[in-house]
C-alpha cells in the first residue's frame, strides 16, 4: 500500500468516527483547534500528520491511536 493511500484509509476513519458521533466538521476543528477546511482535506487523505497531531485528533474522538490506524 503507498503511502497516499494510507493517508486515505485513516482520513476515511477519522470522517467514519466523527459522523459516528455526530460532529459536524466544524464543531470537530474546533475541538482539535482547527478549522472546517482542515478537516475536510484531512478527512481527504491530503496531510502528512505528525504523531502529535494524530493523538490530539484521536484524544478529540475519545480513540486511542492504534484504534484510528487498525480500521
Sequence with gaps: MQT?????RLGAAIRQER?????????FAYMIGSDQSYVSRLERGEY???????????????????ELLSR
Design 48 to 66: 502528512n500528520l505528525k504523531f502529535d497531531r494524530l493523538c490530539e485528533i484521536a484524544d478529540a474522538l475519545n480513540l486511542d491511536v492504534s
Design 4 to 8: 497516499n493511500e494510507r493517508r486515505e
Design 19 to 27: 459522523v459516528q458521533q455526530h460532529l459536524s466538521q466544524t464543531k
